[in-house]
């Protein structure tokens, strides 16, 4: 049989080794995962009435700052969005997150049901300490329900 470790040197370097794995290990099973389960699913009524709401008891805190968020293509985005729309590819949500600290809701949206997108979006920005909401059906259900949209490059 073969010995594997030869002096007491190449002993504490596998030992050293052996701690760093399990180290990895626990502390990655001890992280926080976000899922699809994580995502707060609403309506296009109920995203239209966010910003309406009140924080504190009984409705009588300051206004709810809210920041709708397009997930889409932006040519998507130019084409059609909720109005006051920021457009947020999730390759910028990182960066960007900062700057969406001054909103107290995130409204994120994607094109139709199950937009991979918004999804991955809304999955990004809870992971980043966000209070996230997700429209159900995206910007067609948005449409559907009858709220407006505005189109063209944003007006800062």
């Not at 805190?61 to 932006?74: F, I, M, N």
């Not at 990182?94 to 994120?108: A, N």
């Amino acid at each position: 049989m073969r010995q594997f470790v030869t002096s007491s040197g190449g002993m504490v370097m596998v030992l050293l080794a052996l701690s760093v794995v399990m180290t990895v290990s626990v502390a990655g099973c001890t992280a926080t995962k976000t899922s699809d389960r994580s995502i707060v699913y609403i309506d296009a009524d109920e995203a239209a009435a966010v910003p309406q709401g009140r924080r504190g008891a009984f409705g009588m805190g300051r206004e709810v700052k809210t920041a709708y968020l397009d997930a889409r293509p932006y040519s998507d985005y130019l084409e059609a969005r909720l109005p006051g729309a920021i457009f947020m590819p999730i390759e910028s949500a990182r960066d960007e997150s900062r700057r969406l600290r001054e909103y107290d809701v995130l409204v994120v949206y994607g094109g139709d049901f199950n937009s991979v997108r918004a999804d991955a979006l809304s999955k990004t920005l809870l992971e980043l300490g966000h209070d996230v909401r997700t429209i159900r059906g995206g910007i067609r259900m948005w449409r559907s329900a009858g709220h407006p949209v505005e189109s063209g490059s944003p007006k800062n």
